[in-house]
Each structure stands twice: as C-alpha cells, then as structure tokens.
C-alpha cells in the first residue's frame, strides 16, 4: 500500500531535498512513497512503451516513462508509468512543467487507490488530455478523453484496439499489450 505521510503542505522545493525522491509523488501537498512494480506490470509497460515508441518514432512528440518527472503544479508531482509530451515547451532540465498530452498508469496493488481516485482528479485539473488506467489482474484499459472540462471514459478489453486520440493514426491493439 502507498504511504501518504501526515502533512499536506509538501511542494516541488521540498522534493527537492529529499533522498530518494523518485520513489516519491506528491498529489495536492501529501506525500506518498510509490510501491514497486510488479513482473507483469513491467511487461505491459514495456510492450506499452515499443508500441508508443515505434509509432512515434520521428516525430515531434516525445515518449518517457517510469521515473520521468512531471510537475503538474507547485503542489503535485509525479512519476507516471508512461508520458507523451508533444509541446516542447513544456520541458526542462527535470522532465515536464504542465500536463502532458497523454499519462498511463499501470495499476499494482500499492497504488491503485491513488491512481483510480487522487491522479484521476489531478490529471483532470492540469488539463491532461488523455488518461489511460490499464488493469493488469482484469486485462481492461480504461481510456479518460478530456472534453469540455470533464473525462469521458471508454473501457477496452484484451482483444481490442485502441485509438490513441492525441494521436491521430496510433492505434494500440490490446492482444499485443496483454500477450502472456
């Protein structure tokens, strides 16, 4: 399970100043130490991060994952399993300032709480514009699209294909992402 330690006023300098800090996230002040991953959430991760990669290979958005920071305001920063930034404005010498264009996050039993409910909201308020929830226990993608202010949410089972909606022609086919 994650821990969130008992303030609620932690901030990017304060991270800063911490040892092993890319364990750590901060959502809206708290601190919570992330879990390790498991072998099958590596493998989806990684599957995830070939496909992403090959089809945006030579082009202007930018794929990073794991430990990659992003600063979604002073008051919360994370580490999502995958980020696609395609403003590179938003970058500087530590990862992302602002909302990437598109976060994954794999679930584990650490932190599934924190990223169905807590990151959910945060990515919501920074405008992000496409969030995947992938279950790795159900093998289901649950896709977030950002319209008008708000999520909609469409669910993906193994033997779908996903379109990825901030980028138009990448298609991601489950059976390849959940192979065994």
């Known amino acids: 399970m994650s821990l969130a330690l008992e303030r609620n ?6 991270w800063l100043e911490m040892d092993n800090n890319e364990r750590i996230e901060i959502l809206d002040g708290t601190l919570y130490m992330k879990g390790e ?19 945006l290979k030579g082009k202007k ?3 990073y994952h794991d430990q990659f920071l992003v600063r979604l305001n002073k008051k919360t ?6 980020s696609v930034i395609c403003d ?6 530590r990862g992302c300032v ?4 598109l976060i994954v996050e794999i679930l584990s039993p650490s932190n599934a709480g924190n990223d169905i409910f807590k990151k959910y909201n945060q990515y919501l308020i920074a ?3 496409e969030y995947w929830i992938v279950d790795p226990q159900k093998s289901v993608v649950t896709v977030y699209i950002l319209q008008d202010g708000d999520y909609e949410f469409t669910v993906y089972r193994k033997k779908d294909v996903i379109p990825v909606n901030v980028l138009p022609g990448c298609e991601i086919d489950l059976s390849v992402i959940f192979a065994k």
């Not at 920063?77 to 995958?82: A, F, L, R, S, Y």
């Open 98 to 101: 602002g909302a990437p264009d």
């Open 127 to 129: 405008g992000v514009k």
């Open 88 to 93: 590179e404005n938003k970058f500087d010498d």
């Open 61 to 63: 958005c930018e794929l």
């Open 77 to 82: 920063i994370v580490h999502p399993d995958i």
């Open 9 to 14: 006023d932690y901030t990017y300098e304060d």
């Open 37 to 55: 991953p498991s072998r099958r959430h590596q493998k989806i991760s990684t599957n995830l991060i070939v496909e992403l990669g090959t089809f």
